[in-house]
């Protein structure tokens, strides 16, 4: 047994060599991304501002002169966390929503098995150009267009058009050709097609990606609000601006198990579906 082992370890490839020029390549990349890192050591005000908000998440109200508990969070007027924190994830539902119905014409005329190879390059390529854009970018575009969180909508519609896109064609590509050639065996025509073969394959995937990106444009909302995109990451950046770490710690306090709580019940869902 021992003898066969051995023997079988001798004949593996020696790809010592390749694997040297990899762990250089590695640590020559390493070095020469470290040198634009510029370091110049712990900004003493930065550690300051971090210390105050552990403080204050642990108890926003650490102030007595300002406190914030009673207004901020235990409220629902429209400056108050649960409202803005509500109106955070209708903007990602909406958005979305938008960005997912959108998708589909695009994943079908950039998806090979449907249109060609030839043709299904100039819908990658447009794919392609919207997603190298960051959403905070769009949001900055269309904060010009109209303000608040029909900003925020149009922002996350527009980005998430590459990314669901993307896992969209892949789905498409992936479809049992055996069902489409049985139904051309009958006759039937595109449109039946796409009725009959295509759809019932592809919606429990097409409704777990758009799961997965509502998820992601949550977060996504949180970030367009320090553009002025509503949400709750407008008051969020203007309590840090303004040293207010009770407000701060408040808004954490709305934003991280909500998030926590839509991406548990997301996975369940996908799990389902998928």
Same mark, same amino acid.
């Given at each position: 047994?021992?003898?066969?082992?051995?023997?079988?370890?001798?004949?593996?490839?020696?790809?010592?060599?390749?694997?040297?020029?990899?762990?250089?390549? =590695?640590?020559?990349?390493?070095?020469?991304?470290?040198?634009?890192?510029?370091?110049?050591?712990?900004?003493?005000?930065?550690?300051?501002?971090?210390?105050? #908000?552990?403080?204050?998440?642990?108890?926003?109200?650490?102030?007595?002169?300002? $406190?914030?508990?009673?207004?901020?969070?235990?409220?629902?007027?429209?400056?108050?966390?649960?409202?803005?924190?509500? +109106?955070?994830?209708?903007?990602?539902?909406?958005?979305? =929503?938008?960005?997912?119905?959108?998708?589909?014409?695009?994943?079908?005329?950039?998806?090979?098995?449907?249109?060609? +190879?030839?043709?299904?390059?100039?819908?990658?390529?447009?794919?392609?150009?919207?997603?190298?854009? $960051?959403?905070?970018?769009?949001?900055? @575009?269309?904060?010009? @267009?109209?303000?608040?969180?029909?900003?925020? @909508?149009?922002?996350?519609?527009?980005?998430?058009?590459?990314?669901?896109?993307?896992?969209?064609?892949?789905?498409?590509?992936?479809?049992?050709?055996?069902?489409?050639?049985?139904?051309?065996?009958?006759?039937?025509?595109? =449109?039946?097609?796409?009725?009959?073969?295509?759809?019932?394959?592809?919606?429990?995937?097409?409704?777990?990606?758009?799961?997965?990106?509502? +998820?992601?444009?949550?977060?996504?909302?949180? #970030?367009?609000?320090?553009?002025?995109?509503?949400?709750?990451?407008?008051?969020?950046?203007?309590? =840090?601006?303004?040293?207010?770490?009770?407000? @701060?710690?408040?808004?954490?306090?709305? #934003?991280? $198990?909500?998030?926590?709580?839509?991406?548990?019940?997301?996975?369940?869902?996908?799990?389902?579906?998928?």
């Amino acid at each position: 047994m021992t003898e066969n082992v051995q023997k079988t370890l001798n004949q593996e490839p020696k790809h010592w060599i390749r694997n040297s020029l990899i762990l250089l390549f =590695l640590i020559a990349m390493t070095w020469w991304s470290a040198s634009a890192i510029n370091f110049q050591g712990v900004n003493e005000q930065g550690t300051v501002v971090v210390r105050n #908000i552990a403080r204050y998440f642990v108890w926003p109200d650490s102030n007595p002169d300002n $406190p914030v508990l009673a207004k901020y969070l235990f409220s629902f007027e429209r400056f108050a966390i649960p409202y803005l924190m509500l +109106e955070t994830i209708m903007i990602a539902f909406i958005g979305t =929503l938008i960005g997912a119905i959108i998708s589909i014409p695009f994943a079908f005329l950039s998806s090979k098995n449907i249109v060609g +190879e030839k043709r299904s390059l100039i819908g990658a390529t447009v794919i392609t150009m919207i997603r190298t854009v $960051p959403i905070f970018i769009w949001g900055i @575009v269309f904060i010009r @267009v109209q303000g608040g969180p029909m900003a925020g @909508v149009l922002a996350i519609a527009i980005s998430s058009i590459g990314m669901i896109s993307k896992l969209y064609i892949e789905v498409i590509e992936d479809i049992d050709k055996g069902i489409l050639e049985a139904l051309d065996s009958t006759g039937a025509t595109a =449109l039946q097609k796409i009725r009959y073969g295509i759809l019932p394959q592809l919606t429990a995937n097409f409704l777990s990606v758009g799961i997965y990106r509502f +998820e992601i444009n949550v977060r996504n909302a949180t #970030i367009l609000g320090l553009v002025g995109a509503g949400g709750i990451g407008f008051t969020l950046i203007d309590a =840090l601006g303004s040293f207010n770490f009770g407000i @701060v710690a408040v808004a954490l306090w709305g #934003i991280i $198990p909500v998030v926590l709580i839509i991406e548990y019940v997301s996975t369940k869902l996908r799990a389902k579906l998928t």
